[in-house]
């Protein structure tokens, strides 16, 4: 599914980074390795090593199906979800913290006593 593009195209360039982490890949959505160079536009298009390698052409249009089939699982959802209240939620949470407090009482006057 490859369509022409009217829009100018977008330098993308080598670039030094002294940040070493997993930046994300807006061609693939994963993210690059933590290296010293990195494949960055001015707007913050960043495409890791994995789609330089591979082609970033084929690895965009993977991404645009897995969104799109992403947004489609989405609208399935719509008018399905049957969820609990945001009070009952609150609810549960207030339990299982006096739970967990009542363990944790339990726990230490077992091991007072012992
Ligand atoms: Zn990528």
Known sequence: MKT???LPP????LVETNV???WPCTVCSG???KVAILAESEDDIRV???C???GVEARLQEHIRKEIEFVEFLR???GRLNVPTYEAWEKAMKENYENDI???ERLMARSRSS
């Open 20 to 22: 070493y982490t997993r």
């Open 31 to 33: 993210c690059t390795g």
């Open 102 to 104: 009542k363990r944790d």
């Open 10 to 13: 977008i330098k993308v360039k």
């Open 48 to 50: 890791c090593e994995k």
């Open 52 to 54: 330089l390698k591979e």
């Open 4 to 6: 022409e593009n009217k």
């Open 76 to 78: 399935s959802l719509v």
